[in-house]
């Protein structure tokens, strides 16, 4: 029984196979699945996968899965040509699914030595280069020296050996690939016994760099340590970068556009207020030795008892000076970093009512309310700041009368009322547009949502006056406790000098004491200095770079530029100088035709037709606009007329209305305002479309109201305000920009969009001009299904 029953299954599998008649598609696709599990299953042996990144096994066993799995679908469901008729395009798509991961399988292990050089090289560029790179170590180890690295490394024998080793074997390995010349081309893949050699030349490459890096580790570890640098070092550091950004001049030159000369000059606001946040804390120990000098200096002319005596009382009024500056300071940071708070809420909030705005439900009282709820708030935070601008000029004053501190704090203080202008100027400006766009919209009670909406997208693309001015705050912020920091340090010393005089100490004694604290150490720890120092190293960098080395750069790369334009602007200018006689002969030409009234009619009769001849036509009667020949137009409308479908009953009216199309582009010219359309709302409208005739229409909105018409060569017509029209020369197609790069008339855009909804084109064809998920649902909801497109095909046929 059981040996029948196997007997009766094995005749209907035979049957069954017999009856499965092959497809083609399945069978490319079973082919390239057989193939790249082959390769994949060789390429991931043992042996290879060093080579691999992490995780990058794990995304191509994961990438073969999936070709697997989509395989093992398409053959269970596409068994006969029957099957695949009835759902062509999908098992087209499984199939390309399919050879476009074995391509993406294939690129990854072709492209495998990522660890070595740039991602995008082919493999015979990159075997090239990392030949040129070994072979300069190998050339260095004959000087004893690692060449590529950035100190001077000493190459030891075992190293030398190792690497001349590696290098014997790599040599004759890379001439061989170079060779190859399908190890020169991303395209067709290379072999698994190519790969497996590109593999193994760049595994020698990585076992050399390993050498190398590791004699640099080595190298580093020997290197005795710098020496710490001292604050009295650091500070002359400082000095020094001072002088050299005083002595930076910002280039005024024609060839630096406004945006670089107001880079240079954030530039310097910014090396500004980095020099004084890094100097600032070190002001303490300059005062406390130039104080030292002083009584050093007084001793010697003057004797102990009266240099203490004299230094002494001197110090007491200091002391007092001090005591005003903390009170003045006391509450200035709180209330600049209240100012800041304010700006930096402002503009977050003003970012979140913008981006969750929508265009169809804003409203004109909703908007005047948010502008001036910032403008009342921009308002407080005005006066907040002037409530303690005061505080600060009387503060530098101050200052400046007692000559109580160095350059640097006196400097500090004029920055800090600097940036607080440039804050309050920041915020005013704002609030001046504030009234202006409240003014505005006081006056338009009558705009739609639309109307308000662009406006408010004004009003948003307006405020980097608030971020400005919050970085401003920012800035006086840091500087102020910085300052106040340093003062109070200063205080805190003098305090301990008063209670040494209050010892009633004897001369030398007091002398001792005082000389002993104001030499004591200030406190700043190793990292603290180290951190200082590097950041001394960066602020000079920074000033090499971008205002040394690179401006220097800079100015030779626009001369090249201006060098390399100057044979486009001999063009340019030829062309206008042709285009002005051209112009000049129309004109001499219009002026004869106005004496000779014949001439005149002859021209205007030959200029209509050759007007009318370059437009879609249909005799002289009237002017039609279908995209097809006169014959085809009859079979599409027979064919769709009979097609029961709610797409072919929507391609029918479509087919019978041709014009709709071209005159909702003539009306929309008649009321053109530049700008007037976002596009990501007609990209809305356009996606909500109900009926072909109406997604055809918007799509015509789309494409004209952001940009109007365009010339050939990608840049716009002038429109006409009084005549209400684009200015068109007679005898030239007007174009829709239809991408960001390339233009195309309506009519053309026209026939591309009904050949892919009559299934005449593939869809793919219109990935360029339209959103991805609008294409999507143009193809579920409007595009002729299987059915219809095969009666389109055979009625054309028929023709």
Partial sequence: MSTNTLEQLKQAKSVLEAERKPVSHVQEAVKATKDITQFVKIALSKENRRIFQPGE????????????????????????PEHFNRDATRYLKMKNHIIRKSECIHFSLDQGFYATEPLGFSAGKAIELSLKQIRKIRDGHQQGKWTRLPIDVNVDDSAKTEVEKIYAESAPLAEKLLKNENIGNFDPPMTIEEVQSVYKFFHNVSQIQELEQQALTDALSKKTPTEQSTPYEILDRLSSFERKLKNVRVPTSKNIPDWGIHLYETSLTDMTIRMHLLRIPFEPLGFLNRHLKILEEQKGSDGIEKSISSFHDNAVQELEQLQLFSESFAGVDETLQEVTGILQNLSICFGKIYHNASSQTITNSFLIKVLELIKGMLEKGARVADSKSDTLIKLHQSVNDVDLFDDPITEGMIHSLDLLEQGKEAMGQYCDK?????????????????????????????????????????????????????????????????????????????????????????????????????????????????????????????????????????????????????????????????????????????????????????????????????????????????????????????????????????????????????????????????TTQEFLKNFARLK???????????????????????????????????????????????????RVLLGLDDSNTLAAIMPPQTLSIMEDDFMLKRIDRKAVEEGLQST
């Avoid at 096994?57 to 006969?80: F, G, M, P």
């Avoid at 029918?652 to 009306?667: A, P, S, W």
């Fill in 704 to 754: 004209f109201l952001p940009n109007g018409y365009y010339k050939g060569n990608n840049t716009p017509y002038d429109y006409n305000e009084e005549k209400r029209e684009f200015e068109v020369p007679k005898g030239i197609k007007k174009e829709l920009k239809i991408t960001n790069s390339s233009t195309s008339t309506p009519m053309d855009i026209f026939s591309r969009l009904m």
């Fill in 57 to 80: 096994q794990d995304d191509i066993v994961s990438i073969l899965a999936e070709i697997n799995r989509t395989n093992k679908e398409l053959y269970n469901k596409c068994r006969t």
């Fill in 434 to 690: 504030l009234k202006n766009f409240l003014e505005t919209l006081s006056n338009a009670s009558d705009w739609d949502s639309r109307q308000t909406y662009k406006f408010l997208k004004n009003a948003y693309d307006e405020n980097a006056s608030l971020t400005s001015a919050s970085m401003f705050f920012g800035s006086i912020t840091k500087t102020c406790v910085l300052l106040k920091s340093s003062i109070k340090e200063v205080e805190s010393m003098w305090l301990e000098l008063a209670k040494l005089r209050e010892q009633k100490l004897e001369s030398g004694a007091l002398y001792e004491q005082t000389i002993s604290l104001l030499g004591n150490d200030t406190g700043f720890s190793e990292n603290s200095l180290r951190q200082r120092a590097d950041q001394v190293e960066e602020l000079n960098w920074i000033l090499d770079e971008m205002l040394g080395l690179g401006v220097q750069e800079e100015q030779r790369f626009v001369d090249e530029l201006h060098s390399e334009l100057r044979p486009v602007g001999d063009r340019i200018k030829a062309h206008r100088i042709k285009e002005s006689a051209r112009k000049l002969e129309l004109t001499s030409t219009i002026e004869k035709s106005k004496q000779d009234p014949i001439v005149a009619k002859t021209k205007v009769r030959k200029t209509k037709k050759s007007d009318k001849s370059s437009e879609p036509s249909s005799g002289n009667k009237k002017q039609v606009y279908d995209p097809f020949l006169p014959f085809q137009m009859v079979v599409l409308k027979k064919a769709c007329k009979e097609m029961t479908s709610s797409e072919g009953k929507m391609m029918y009216q479509v087919l019978t209305n041709t014009h709709i199309f071209f005159t909702l582009l003539n009306k929309m010219e008649s009321s053109f305002k530049q700008g007037e359309g976002l596009e990501n709302e007609l990209e809305q409208d356009l996606a909500r479309s109900k």
